[in-house]
């Protein structure tokens, strides 16, 4: 062994190599992604089995199946219960110190981050695929399938992002799994006050004033829009400009919490 | 040539506690220098902020030329760190592990895979390489350790603690590791440790540090000369332990002993120890048990700090015993 000068890291590498470790991980520990395929299927079914005649009710949008109406509600399911693995991982990592050894080595911020959260939006990406091929199978139906393909994957990997990125910036203030964990039903409370399962118009009161303000119902219109009707460049623009935005937010809040943590 | 390590009036507060308070440091190109002492001394947090983990809340410090502050990224590039604890993936393999820390490094490929496979022999893990790291013993996990501290053929490395926790058969082997980086490649190491033998074995020079500062800092075995005496040591019942400690006055000085042991700084040496079992025979003292060392870095802290090092007499090896 002799002593060598290396050229400087490349941000890439280090980011793929960052994205890798983070897919290997949850691949390796079937209890973080086993549920987030089968619970939102399961809960799926469920509905679609207890609410299917609310199809006939005057105002419900014309969909050949309920299992069509909460492909949205879904594929945003698996992404919440999946993503949050970034954010269970980062903690993990601060409290076995593995974190230290990261930022230890001559990494950019950039690839710490970065890495962590392309990691998230390849499994959501793989999430989406599952969900539409096993509910095409029992009779979802895209309008345009390249196009509602296409604009699915696209929010299902920026929602993944972006909730990786906020489980990630819990996990760096904190440094605590538990804390992570504690911040998932707030997650899920969001979706189940939104469009995602029975259209507020519907439901009427609070819950629709709520559902009307709240962001994930501008992207399950969106996307519901793009589902029953084919190409809508409105309704798929709508859906990810808004998961782009949440991500951007997140983002900011995660760099923030990285320099908080690094800079002891 | 510039000093691999170089710290002064180094302080680190949290809150209103000093963990460091103004710890001036000066280690030699291809040193071993040891930095030793109790849990809580500031031996950990000093290494956090030679390694840019920690900020410095006051004073400056440079490590391979560079400010650990303001040039923190290339102070990463050249060191290599095994902290406390060893910091490591258990879903990983070894051979993952080395490869990501690699790449995090930017060294080619084929380089990396050529050198992490001469690391994994090193350290004595070419068959456990592809296991996770979750299923490796205390000693592997240490050594593997080591290994991702050592890809990138850092210029300084430090070791936190390298062998808390180990066997004494991992311990040795590490030991013996650190002798070879730092014999063949002439690899500058601040090793931590709060064992007197550890810094003993390994280190050219040694700082010890209490309370946030260094209060001895030299050789081993001159500061240990300049302790004199040795230490005579003895195990009495309590009843005997006023009438034990009034004679012993008259043959040296006392010095901090363990609840329950009297020890003093033998004037004259083993040639007086005969008198001394006399003159304790004489007084009615009945001995449970005698010991006489010749001065050792506990003695040294000792006299520094008016207090035995935590644990420190059971991993000292009595040169002489009697009684």
């Known amino acids: 062994m002799t002593v060598t000068a290396h050229p400087r890291p490349s941000a890439v590498a280090q980011a793929v190599a960052i994205a890798g470790r983070s897919v290997r991980g949850v691949l390796r520990q079937p209890p973080q992604w086993v549920p987030s395929l089968v619970f939102p299927l399961f809960f799926n079914a469920v509905s679609a089995a207890a609410f299917d005649r609310t199809r006939a009710l005057p105002g419900f949008p014309e969909v050949n199946s309920f299992l069509t109406f909460l492909l949205p509600a879904t594929i945003l399911q698996g992404v919440l219960l999946g993503a949050t693995a970034a954010g269970n991982d980062a903690a993990v990592d601060i409290e076995n110190g593995f974190f230290d050894r990261l930022v230890l080595s001559p990494m950019s911020r950039v690839s710490l981050l970065g890495g962590r959260l392309v990691g998230s939006m390849a499994l959501g990406v793989v999430q989406v695929v599952f969900f539409l091929s096993v509910l095409s199978v029992f009779g979802a139906r895209l309008e345009n399938p390249l196009a509602g393909v296409l604009v699915l994957v696209v929010v299902g990997a920026l929602l993944a992002g972006a909730v990786g990125a906020f489980s990630v910036s819990i996990a760096l203030r904190t440094g605590s799994v538990e804390a992570v964990n504690g911040f998932f039903p707030i997650f899920f409370a969001a979706l189940f006050m939104s469009s995602a399962f029975f259209p507020p118009s519907l439901s009427g009161g609070w819950f629709e004033t709520v559902a009307s303000i709240n962001p994930i119902t501008w992207i399950v219109d969106g996307l519901r829009d793009v589902i029953i009707e084919g190409w809508v460049p409105g309704a798929a623009a709508r859906a990810i400009a808004v998961s782009a935005a949440l991500g951007v937010l997140a983002i900011f809040m995660a760099t923030r919490s990285l320099a908080a943590r690094i800079r002891t | ?323």
């Open chain 2, 1 to 323: 040539m510039t000093e691999p390590i170089l710290a002064e009036g180094l302080v680190r507060k949290f809150g209103d506690l000093v963990a460091v308070d103004g710890i001036d440091l000066c280690v030699a190109q291809g040193e071993i220098f040891g930095f030793l002492g109790p849990n809580g001394a500031g031996k950990s947090t000093t290494v956090r902020m030679l390694t840019t983990l920690l900020s410095p809340s006051a004073g400056t410090a440079r490590v391979a030329g560079f400010d650990v502050v303001s040039q923190a990224a290339q102070v990463r590039r050249v060191i290599g760190v095994a902290l406390q604890d060893a910091a490591i993936d258990p879903i990983m393999t070894g051979r993952e592990l080395l490869k990501l820390q690699a790449v995090l490094h930017g060294i080619p490929r084929r380089i990396s895979r050529e050198r992490g496979d001469e690391l994994l022999a090193r350290v004595g893990l070419a068959a456990a390489a592809d296991r996770r790291v979750g299923t490796y013993s205390g000693g592997m996990r240490r050594r593997l350790d080591l290994a991702l501290a050592l890809i990138h053929e850092p210029r300084v490395l430090f070791l936190d603690e390298p062998t808390t926790g180990l066997d004494p058969t991992s311990r040795m082997a590490l030991w013996e590791e650190v002798r070879r980086l730092n014999g063949e490649f002439g690899t500058t190491v601040l090793l931590t440790t709060q064992y007197l033998e550890e810094a003993d074995q390994l280190a050219g020079r040694i700082a010890i540090i209490d309370g946030g500062r260094i209060v001895r800092k030299g050789e081993p075995e001159a500061l240990k000369d300049a302790v004199g005496s040795p230490t005579l040591r003895i195990d009495v019942d309590p009843e005997y332990l006023a009438r034990a400690t009034e004679v012993l006055e008259h043959f040296g000085e006392m010095r901090p002993a363990r609840s329950g042991r009297l020890a003093i700084g033998l004037d004259g040496g083993a040639s007086r120890l005969a008198e001394v079992v006399r003159a304790l025979d004489a007084a009615g003292v009945v001995l449970n048990h005698m010991e006489l060392d010749a001065p050792s870095l506990d003695d040294v802290f000792a006299e520094a700090t008016g207090r035995r090092l935590e644990g420190a007499e059971e991993t000292q090896a009595p040169v002489e015993v009697s009684g």
